[in-house]
């Protein structure tokens, strides 16, 4: 049956003192009003889930009521941070959809990387982000597969660099080491990390220090093979592992990425900050096991540490 909230009633009735017989065949016509928005959200299946920052995959339903972000511990989602305001962001229900209001906080509210302006409509997928927290909007009929969905990537990829984290990679290297040895082939390692990150940090703040590993993983990821993994093994350094690629190749790679982060301009707020990394290259030796090719190669990224920074060694 049409709901009757969609439909407007246009009554033809006989003119008064019509004496027309054929007046008495005049019926109701129904028409369907074009003006009228339908919610396309169920509020009692959206939510917001942890992808980065404390409590991890935690999941806060929203409802059609509102719910408030910050460091007050009276805000339905504390966030205890310094870059965090008492009262930093508000997401609500208007009827229609969800919208997030930045309630006036000092490092801003962000969704998709885009520090908003007053408020924005909200859509299944978009990632809020407060102060070091992201969040991810998720919606519809199937937002309990979504959810698990999403866990299952959080046990995979580093939601603020997007590229695989440390877990993913430990278990890549044991499994890729056991294939080239079975097969005698080569792989290679490449670990790097950000020279002088915690300066960046002291100087400019953790929320500058998370943009520059934004864009340092962005600049990286076109210098390597799809077949090559990246991944966020710390917190500022990544490893590159290159199967089928020797000591040479891998050099090769180190130098395109040192030099890709070298010359790109990274900046936060109004602030530009010149970024260098250091690196450490090994390649597979014979009967070696994956946690002593990542000892080797950590201890070459030393040595071009020691050796001066922004170097491959």
Not at 26 to 47: F, Q
Not at 186 to 212: M, P, Q, R, Y
Not at 236 to 257: Q, R, S, W, Y
Request: contains cysteine.
């Amino acid at each position: 049956m049409t709901d009757p909230r969609l439909l407007g009633y246009a009554p033809i009735v006989p003119p008064a003192g019509s004496d027309d017989p054929n007046d008495r065949n005049l019926v109701t016509v129904m028409t369907t009003r074009s003006d009228l928005k339908v919610p396309s959200i169920d509020p009692a299946d959206a939510c917001l889930v942890v992808i980065y920052g404390e409590e991890l995959g935690r999941r806060l339903r929203l409802g059609s009521g509102v719910v408030e972000a910050g460091r007050s511990s009276k805000c339905d989602l504390a966030i205890d941070q310094e870059s965090v305001s008492r009262h930093h962001a508000r997401v609500s229900w208007t009827g229609l959809s969800y919208r997030v209001q930045d309630l006036g906080s000092t490092n801003g509210t962000f969704v998709n990387d885009a520090r908003i302006e007053g408020e924005k409509e909200l859509a299944d997928g978009d990632q809020l982000r407060i102060g070091r927290t992201i969040l991810k909007f998720m919606t519809g009929g199937n937002v309990e597969a979504s959810y698990h969905e999403e866990i299952y990537r959080l046990m995979t990829i580093d939601a603020l660099t997007r590229v695989h984290n440390k877990r993913y990679f430990h278990e890549t290297l044991e499994r890729e080491v056991s294939r080239c040895t079975r097969y005698q082939r080569a792989v290679s390692l490449i670990l790097f990390d950000i020279d002088h990150f915690k300066k960046k940090n002291d100087t400019f703040g953790h929320l500058a220090g998370d943009a520059v590993l934004r864009d340092l993983a962005t600049a990286i990821k076109p210098r390597v093979r799809r077949e090559d993994l990246i991944a966020r093994v710390g917190g500022e350094e990544f490893a590159v592992l290159t199967p089928e690629v020797g000591l040479e190749g891998a050099l090769g790679v180190a130098e395109k990425i040192r030099h890709a982060v070298e010359t790109t301009t990274f900046r936060y707020d109004k602030h530009v900050m010149p970024t260098t990394v250091s690196l450490g290259v090994a390649e597979l030796t014979r009967g070696e096991t994956g946690h002593e090719l990542y000892r080797r190669a950590d201890e070459r990224l030393y040595a071009a540490k020691q050796g001066g920074r922004n170097r491959v060694m």
